[in-house]
């Protein structure tokens, strides 16, 4: 017989579904871990390791004195949590972002595996390109599921205050919690260079990104073409200490 899953795994999905159905939204404060221990029938160390695990996870952020609240996808946020490329440096900023276009099409296989939708299910196409430092850098190519959102419009992606993650949760009421990337080695074709700026088979760091909100349920898909003549990819693993 398999053994039953800890206590505070239970609570951390109770917790987790009260998010997935707006309970809690983004910036706001959840209720306290007393009253979650009433709540759930648990002990309060039950609920403080539930909790711990979801700010591991950057779902939740404690405030002292203040209490815990659901992190919102601020420009810090996401640029300390799903950023990753940094300068020769090593340091980073987040992009300033162009729309190139912005299409509805239907999923291609690769694209329907990836978000877990049927194959030529409607998608919305979105090509933006990134600039540092006031230079082209990155050139992305986003497919979102329409049937999550189908509002979105130019003029939204344009208009937009903050990040693109930021607007997922503002206008969407979808909170990306994490994301899968998958990086290789290719050369520019003769568009892309056109694009970044860079000499036609310059070598570009080829990222494949997946986004997924509660529950891994995947929202997001994307091809990030990255100039690598001046930038890289920092991945921190471990503890600092």
Known sequence: MAARP????????????????????????????????????????????AVGELEAENILVREQGRGTFVVSHTRDYMLNVFFRVVDSDGHKELPTMSLLSMK??????????????????????IEALLSLKGRPTILDRIRLPVSLFAELGEHLFKRRDGTL??????????????????????????????????????????????????????????????????????????SGS
């Open 6 to 49: 800890p206590l505070y795994r239970h609570v951390k999905q109770q917790i987790t579904d009260a998010l997935r159905s707006g309970k809690w939204k983004h910036g706001q404060k959840i209720a306290s871990e007393p009253q979650l221990a009433e709540r759930f029938g648990v002990s309060i160390g039950t609920v403080r390791k």
């Open 165 to 238: 993650y930021g607007l997922f949760q503002e206008r969407f009421g979808i909170t990306i919690v994490r994301v899968e990337e998958n990086i290789t080695a290719v050369i520019a074709g003769e568009r892309d260079s056109r694009l970044l700026g860079v000499a036609n088979g310059s070598p570009l760091l080829r990222i494949r990104r997946v986004g997924y909100t509660y529950k891994n349920v995947p929202v997001d898909a994307r091809v990030r073409l990255v100039d690598s003549s001046k930038h890289g990819y920092l991945s921190v693993l471990g």
């Open 104 to 125: 509805r099409g239907r999923a291609d296989g690769t694209t329907a595996a990836l978000l877990h939708i049927a194959p030529r299910a409607p998608v919305i196409d």
